[in-house]
């Protein structure tokens, strides 16, 4: 693929730019396999259509929608069973909505028994999902497929040693992609576009220039400190001396309520920049502190001015009583402001005047009744009477009393570079600065290069796909960096990089289908990478290819346990357990703060960590799997752990914590996250709990709801029904019955915790305050006709269903690791795989070594 100069003295693939990446995209995709996904069409339980669905038809349809009488056009009576066809497939699914919706048959026709319903409408479900999982299907084999963005993002990491910042990785820069059956790995759900083929060539020319510098660097690390006794006499920022919540003093400054900040500038030539280029910086802040009245540690926060909420708390600590330094290593860019230093649990120093705090707490208890009137004449009073929080009288208090924080200077140091020329750089110019910069030197440098990116040896004429385009550049005069930035870019936009392309090894003579072909060590190399890391192979994967020994079950074990303890195991943990327990729900609804007060943004954070740290502990201590349901243990931080009520857990870091007989945590469901995933901010949710319940631990998901049928309705003004009560008033339709039945048992068993995941024993949310609430009802059945009184009991009965866990879990397990949908023909290899995790103690290992050793994932 050639180049030519622009004039900017970047270049540009020969033709109209992205048109021709397009069409050199066609003439390298031309000889790659790319297999009809359908497959044929499979009859659907056609024992139950004779049985049960033909003579319900027959009963309540067929005498308005037959022969001479076909209401709303549709005829049953011709209706076939066959999703297979567009038309039928339609006409199936608007009859299961209109049962569901309660609407056919019309009330004036005896009603069809509840069991009847569930039978024609689950029978028809099953046809549709059986019909779409066809044509997304590949008849079991593992189509060409190309990375998706993380793939992509941690590709270029390990690739070029590149090192991102916030909102400029690929992950951040490129469009979402798609999923099937909840995961962006499966092939067909990663199309390409002539759009996203424009990203990857501006992705690409961007990721060039980063990799190959020119000159030392624009910009060189300094270091800038403010030393807080120099507040006063800065006049730019002399007035915080003047707030009664600061006192400066000959060595540093003490805050009992705001916060102070630095003022400083790095110089560059005849410049200054506070922030001069993004990058990386390193903050550092020197503080100690006294404890208040109530003994608690004083706390403190480092904040930076930002456009992004998110970026603005850069250190949040209790601090010690002995001065000490606290630093964080951050980045940060020209849109950053001052930073600034806060004492987070001074808040008390502004509650010195006594009638101002009354008519604080009486304005927000008018809030929390919804008497705004009542709130906004109590603000007005306390903004006309001078008696806001922000007014204190200082003089009336014993500032004894206070928590005081002692800050002594301020200092940013950057931007910080590992190494310049960084390690892209390098890796590219291994020959160092001093090398010949000729043709020779070009081969080698996109030899090296090209095996790596597409990941198996490369034939010379691939190399020279490529180097002739960069020699032709430099010949036309093109500085050498630049030209190798040129014919890199070209690399990073081929299809042979971005398609993870499995080569085959020699046909199976006795395979069941002909078709199927096992791949070579290298495409085993790929995939395990991509399975295990999310990301390309590293250097042991590769020799092993090379020696054409990772084939070996031997070795392949050994392998998987390898990648399963390095650090990169984080592209599983972020890939396959964050859409398998569907982590990403959790902050779909920010809770209210008026209503949920214990609620900040760093819990959130917390809550979205506990089941992703949760998973990676169960994988890499080789735990059972049936944790996922119930366990003696969770995964805590100190925010989660306040909220728990749980004592002795310091910081904001992850460990595993034993939790108590008494607890109610322990498993994916007692997690907080699952239960504001399965909230809306202000009340729970019970349909959709049971919903997530049933598709996370069971790869069983409800059948779909009825056109514009949304969830239970709040309570109207004057009412105050609990989740429950609505549920069952919106059961009464048999139609609602029959569906709700198999979810909201599931859902309605997790009702002791609250929006937030706070454990509760009486309502709360939606205008429930109390203890004259109503006692939370978390009793239920299951579909299998087994009660529960308590959440308990709940567990237990799960607990029992551990084979119908484990089988779901490898049919997510089984799809994320090879691309392509679980289908019919997989049935047995799934039930080996459950076999499998059986022996072991349910183990994650112990799946992960069966799917790698079965034929599916060494075939294609």
């Given at each position: ?315 949040e600590s209790d601090v010690t009583d002995e001065p000490q330094v606290y630093e964080l290593l951050t980045a940060r860019d020209p849109k950053c402001g001052e930073y600034s230093v806060s004492i987070v649990n001074g808040s008390a120093f502004q509650q010195s005047s006594p009638v101002g705090a009354k008519l604080f707490q009486a304005q927000r208890e008018a809030a929390e009744r919804d008497d705004f009137e009542a709130a906004l004449r109590l603000q007005s009073r306390q903004q006309l009477e001078a008696l806001t929080r922000a007014k204190p009288t200082p003089e009336s ?71 002739e385009g960069v020699k032709a550049e430099i010949a036309d005069g093109e500085p050498f960096n630049q030209a190798v930035r040129n014919g890199l870019a070209t690399v990073l936009c081929s299809p042979k990089f971005l398609y993870l392309i499995e080569s085959e090894a020699s046909s199976l003579p006795n395979s069941e289908r002909d078709s199927l072909q096992a791949i070579s060590d290298w495409g085993l190399a790929t995939r395990l990478s991509y399975f295990l890391w999310s990301s390309m192979p590293d250097d042991e994967l590769f020799d092993l290819a090379r020696a054409g ?148 631990l069971f790869n069983d998901p409800p059948n779909p709801p009825p056109p514009n049928v949304g969830e239970v309705e709040p309570n109207i003004r004057g009412e105050k029904l609990t989740v429950r009560e609505r549920l069952i008033q919106h059961q009464q339709l048999a139609s609602c019955a029959a569906c709700h039945r198999r979810i909201d048992c599931y859902g309605l068993a997790l009702e002791n915790f609250n929006v937030i995941g706070q454990w509760r024993t009486v309502q709360d949310g939606e205008g429930f305050r109390g203890s004259n609430s109503p006692t939370i009802d ?83």
């Amino acid at each position: 693929m050639s180049t030519k100069i622009r004039n900017d003295g970047r270049s540009q693939l020969r033709g109209h730019g992205s048109l021709a990446l397009i069409l050199a995209w066609i003439s390298l995709l031309s000889p790659m396999h790319a297999a009809d996904p359908g497959g044929k069409p499979v009859a659907h339980d056609a024992s139950t259509y004779t049985n049960s669905v033909v003579p319900f038809l027959r009963q309540h349809c067929i005498a308005c929608h037959g022969e001479g009488e076909a209401n709303a056009s549709l005829r049953l009576d011709q209706l076939q069973p066959d999703f297979s066809v567009p038309e039928s497939a339609a006409r199936w699914a608007e009859v299961m909505d209109q049962i569901n919706l309660g609407q056919m048959p019309p009330p004036e026709e005896p009603p069809p028994e509840l069991e009847q319903l569930g039978e024609v409408a689950d029978w028809i479900a099953a046809g549709v999902r059986s019909e779409e999982r066809r044509r997304v299907g590949s008849g079991g084999r593992s189509l060409l497929r190309r990375m998706n963005r993380t793939e992509y993002a941690n590709t270029i990491r390990d690739l070029l040693s590149i090192r991102f910042l916030p909102g400029e990785s690929p992950q951040d820069l490129l469009p979402p992609d798609g999923t099937v059956d909840g995961f962006d790995k499966v092939s067909t759900g990663l199309m390409v576009d002539p759009s996203l083929l424009e990203n990857y060539f501006e992705l690409a020319t961007r990721l060039a220039e980063q990799a190959v510098v020119d000159g030392p660097p624009e910009f060189p690390t300094q270091t800038i400190r403010f030393e807080l006794e120099d507040t006063a006499a800065n006049r730019a920022i002399d007035y915080l001396c003047a707030n009664p919540g600061i006192e400066c003093r000959e060595h540093d400054i003490l805050l009992m309520d705001h916060s102070t900040r630095s003022f400083g500038e790095m110089k560059y030539g005849d410049t200054k920049k506070e922030i001069p280029v993004a990058g990386f910086y390193r903050i550092r802040v020197r503080v100690w502190g006294t404890r208040g009245a109530d003994g608690k540690p004083v706390r403190m926060q480092v904040r930076q001015q930002h456009p992004q909420q998110d970026r603005q708390l850069l250190i949040e600590s209790d601090v010690t009583d002995e001065p000490q330094v606290y630093e964080l290593l951050t980045a940060r860019d020209p849109k950053c402001g001052e930073y600034s230093v806060s004492i987070v649990n001074g808040s008390a120093f502004q509650q010195s005047s006594p009638v101002g705090a009354k008519l604080f707490q009486a304005q927000r208890e008018a809030a929390e009744r919804d008497d705004f009137e009542a709130a906004l004449r109590l603000q007005s009073r306390q903004q006309l009477e001078a008696l806001t929080r922000a007014k204190p009288t200082p003089e009336s208090a014993d500032t004894s009393q206070f928590p005081k924080l002692y800050v002594d200077w301020i200092e940013c140091e950057g931007p910080l570079y590992e190494q310049w020329p960084p390690k892209s750089h390098q890796a590219l110019l291994f020959r160092g600065e001093g090398a010949v910069l000729n043709a020779e030197y070009v081969d080698a440098i996109f030899e090296r290069l090209m095996r790596r990116a597409f990941r198996r040896p490369v034939s010379p004429e691939e190399v020279e796909s490529i180097t002739e385009g960069v020699k032709a550049e430099i010949a036309d005069g093109e500085p050498f960096n630049q030209a190798v930035r040129n014919g890199l870019a070209t690399v990073l936009c081929s299809p042979k990089f971005l398609y993870l392309i499995e080569s085959e090894a020699s046909s199976l003579p006795n395979s069941e289908r002909d078709s199927l072909q096992a791949i070579s060590d290298w495409g085993l190399a790929t995939r395990l990478s991509y399975f295990l890391w999310s990301s390309m192979p590293d250097d042991e994967l590769f020799d092993l290819a090379r020696a054409g020994r990772l084939r070996d079950s031997g070795e392949l074990v050994r392998q998987v346990d390898r990648m399963l303890a390095d650090p990169k195991v984080d592209g599983l943990v972020e890939g396959f357990g964050r859409q398998w327990l569907k982590t990403d729900a959790i902050l779909a609804f920010a809770p209210s703060e008026r209503v949920y007060r214990d609620y900040t943004p760093k819990l959130g954070e917390a809550m979205v960590a506990e089941p992703l740290a949760f998973f990676k502990e169960v994988l890499q201590r080789d735990e059972s799997a049936i944790a996922f349901i119930d366990s003696d243990w969770t995964m805590l931080n100190q925010p989660l752990a306040e909220l728990y009520g749980i004592a002795g857990v310091e910081g904001d870091h992850f460990r595993r914590v034993q939790l108590s007989s008494e607890s109610p945590r322990g498993g994916l469901l007692g997690m907080a996250g699952v239960a504001m995933a399965g909230s809306d901010g202000i009340r729970t949710k019970p349909v959709s709990r049971g919903a997530y319940v049933r598709n996370v631990l069971f790869n069983d998901p409800p059948n779909p709801p009825p056109p514009n049928v949304g969830e239970v309705e709040p309570n109207i003004r004057g009412e105050k029904l609990t989740v429950r009560e609505r549920l069952i008033q919106h059961q009464q339709l048999a139609s609602c019955a029959a569906c709700h039945r198999r979810i909201d048992c599931y859902g309605l068993a997790l009702e002791n915790f609250n929006v937030i995941g706070q454990w509760r024993t009486v309502q709360d949310g939606e205008g429930f305050r109390g203890s004259n609430s109503p006692t939370i009802d978390a009793s239920g059945v299951l579909p299998n006709g087994e009660a529960f009184e308590t959440w308990a009991e709940f567990k237990q009965l799960l607990l029992k269903q551990e084979e119908r866990f484990a089988q779901g879990l490898a049919e997510k397990m089984f799809t994320y690791a090879t691309g392509r949908s679980v289908e019919v023909s997989d049935r047995s290899r799934i039930d080996a795989l459950v076999s499998h995790m059986a022996d072991h103690h349910y183990t994650l290992r112990s799946l992960i070594h069966a799917i790698v050793s079965s034929d599916p994932f060494l075939q294609k």
